[in-house]
């Protein structure tokens, strides 16, 4: 869905000579990104509404989408599974939130060993390199060190405001572990892939 509407928006401003006709991959690409960014947002802001975490909601997409720009992660092959996942990862850090608070079994504890699990998975496999985006040498050390400031930032600033205010401390870990599991998923299915290919070879 959201790549055709972005091959007809292409093909439209290529008609309307706004645009080259070698150039329309280019913005297809361009207009998909945006779309996806977009129909995340509105995933996001649909999900705390109703979890009657709209605030919260978007502290959990700016966190969510700033660190793994740099990190990396699951990448799904299709739109439709990339949303879906996203969906059901963000529910899940939602839930969990919710029960976490509610309960009253969630201890400081407990934060600290979610923040620095996530620290050490970041800090060993990022980063993930997306295949439709291969990045150069320069590019992986950049985001590396970018990656794992975030995570040190995002870790001390919610063990800060954990006595403020608990929920969002709460939030900002499990929003932090869910982006270290897709990592830990995604590098396990490229070893996967990768041993497959081998045995293929060596047969």
Request: aromatic residues 14%; glycine residues 4%.
């Amino acid at each position: 869905m959201i790549s055709e509407l972005s091959k007809r928006i292409s093909l439209f401003l290529c008609r309307k000579r706004i645009i080259d006709y070698n150039d329309i991959e280019i913005y297809k690409y361009g207009f998909e990104t945006i779309c996806s960014t977009l129909l995340g947002f509105i995933i996001t802001i649909i999900i705390g509404t109703i979890f009657q975490m709209f605030s919260l909601s978007i502290i959990y997409y700016i966190m969510f989408v700033t660190i793994r720009q740099f990190t990396g992660g699951y990448h799904a092959k299709s739109y439709f599974k990339c949303n879906l996942t996203f969906s059901v990862v963000t529910m899940l850090v939602f839930s969990f939130t919710k029960i976490a608070v509610y309960t009253k079994m969630y201890m400081m504890l407990y934060h600290i060993l979610f923040l620095v699990l996530s620290f050490m998975i970041v800090w060993y496999y990022i980063p993930v390199e997306n295949e439709n985006k291969p990045l150069d040498q320069e590019q992986k050390k950049k985001n590396r060190h970018i990656g794992i400031a975030l995570t040190a930032a995002v870790s001390v600033v919610s063990c800060a405001i954990y006595p403020i205010s608990v929920q969002t401390s709460i939030l900002m870990a499990f929003t932090q572990l869910s982006i270290a599991v897709l990592i830990v998923i995604t590098h396990h299915e490229k070893g996967s892939e990768k041993d497959e290919e081998d045995e293929k070879y060596d047969t």
